[in-house]
């Protein structure tokens, strides 16, 4: 079955600090990626919809200067955490799909705790 | 190396029966066992989840029932509802947390 990667798998920065994270699909190529978040009571939240070569599609409520989404290959997206704040420690999680349509595989998560 | 496995990739019940999910994992150092409910176009939602000290869980219509020595859970669903056609999740967490495949459920009216 396709796996999707994430790294850091957990992550503890100083407030202020910018925090990156990767999301690798191993083996097939993955035009959308999906990041989310979760929070208590188990839900996830879509944060953004990112396809390759094209900038991301942000959902409501997401600040898109503090949440950076870069999918410049087939095979990785990045999220990267600017200026990370205690409110924004949480569990994100990316997710690919190969095209529209197609099965959307998970990645391990990422747990970025910012003191 | 894929530590949750969702076998079946999709499932078509009839509204009113019941509606068997079913989950394998490889990881016996999980300990807390999800399942989420995505339709198209949204993001997943949280329907139920147990802890690996209890082997049933029940939430209305959705029950978990975890097997540790099986390394099996399932989700049962009765009766069946048309809207409850979407895909199911199924997840695994220690520190981290691992996803299935998923299985698309069809409630045929």
Redesign the interface.
């Given at each position: 079955?396709?796996?999707v990667s994430q790294h850091p798998?957990?992550v503890i920065c100083k407030s202020g600090t910018s925090v990156k994270i990767e999301c690798r699909s191993l083996d097939f190529q993955a035009t959308t990626m999906?990041w989310?978040r979760?929070f208590p009571?188990?839900?996830?939240?879509?944060m953004a919809t990112s396809n390759e070569g094209s900038k991301a599609t942000y959902e409501q409520g997401v600040e898109k200067d503090k949440f950076l989404i870069n999918h410049a290959s087939l095979t990785l997206s990045t999220l990267t955490v600017t200026s990370a704040h205690p409110e924004d420690s949480s569990?994100y999680?990316c997710?690919a799909r190969e095209f529209p349509g197609s099965?959307?595989?998970?990645g391990?998560?990422t747990?970025l705790t910012v003191l | 190396?894929?530590q949750v496995?969702q076998n079946s990739?999709s499932l078509s019940v009839q509204e009113g029966r019941i509606s068997i999910l079913n989950c394998d994992y490889t990881n016996s150092m999980f300990d807390y066992f999800?399942w989420?409910k995505?339709y198209p176009a949204?993001?997943?939602?949280?329907l139920i989840?147990i802890s690996s000290i209890k082997d049933k869980n029940e939430d209305g219509r959705f029950t978990v029932f975890l097997n540790k020595s099986a390394k099996h859970l399932s989700l049962h669903i009765v009766p069946s509802q048309p809207g409850d056609s979407a895909?199911y999740?199924c997840?695994a967490s220690e520190?981290?947390?691992?996803?299935g495949?998923?299985t698309r459920l069809t409630v045929k009216p």
């Open positions: 079955g396709a796996v798998s957990r999906f989310y979760q009571k188990k839900s996830l939240m879509l569990f999680i997710s099965k959307q595989f998970f391990p998560g747990r | 190396d894929q496995k990739p999800l989420y995505k949204e993001g997943p939602t949280f989840s895909v999740f997840a520190n981290d947390m691992r996803f495949a998923g």
